[in-house]
């Protein structure tokens, strides 16, 4: 069975209840700050300390979006030794990650086109 069948064969209240977490896995991805961790744990794993230079937050604030990331069930944490090593759990939301990158490049790229041809246009 596949993705579609599977939600279409759910009655109405589990289709609302699978939006609601979608919504919410969303939101939880909805924050810059929060894809920027995960562009850097798609390499693999890491703790809070190895991503605070790549960020403008410090340790604790980082800690914070780790632990939101880690509730929605998009990462998982492992102690070693003094410790805590995240990676995304998920391969489907790194999937989602890369889409989303190629509707904005997309969207950059249409925008240019535009641009270039209204100047070229606008030249003659």
């Not at 289709?15 to 850097?40: F, K, N, S, T």
């Amino acid at each position: 069975m596949n993705t579609e069948e599977i939600i279409g064969s759910m009655g109405r209240s589990s289709r609302l209840r699978l939006h609601e977490r979608e919504a919410e896995m969303l939101q939880v991805l909805g924050d810059p700050v929060r894809l920027g961790i995960l562009q850097l744990l798609s390499a693999g794993e890491r703790c809070a300390s190895e991503i605070e230079p790549h960020s403008d937050l410090d340790q604790s604030d980082i800690s914070h979006h780790l632990q939101l990331l880690k509730r929605a069930g998009i990462l998982a944490a492992r102690n070693d030794g003094t410790h805590v090593l995240y990676r995304v759990t998920n391969a489907g939301v790194l999937r989602l990650f890369h889409i989303l990158t190629a509707l904005i490049t997309e969207q950059d790229e249409e925008e240019w086109r535009r641009l270039k041809a209204q100047s070229t246009g606008a030249s003659r």
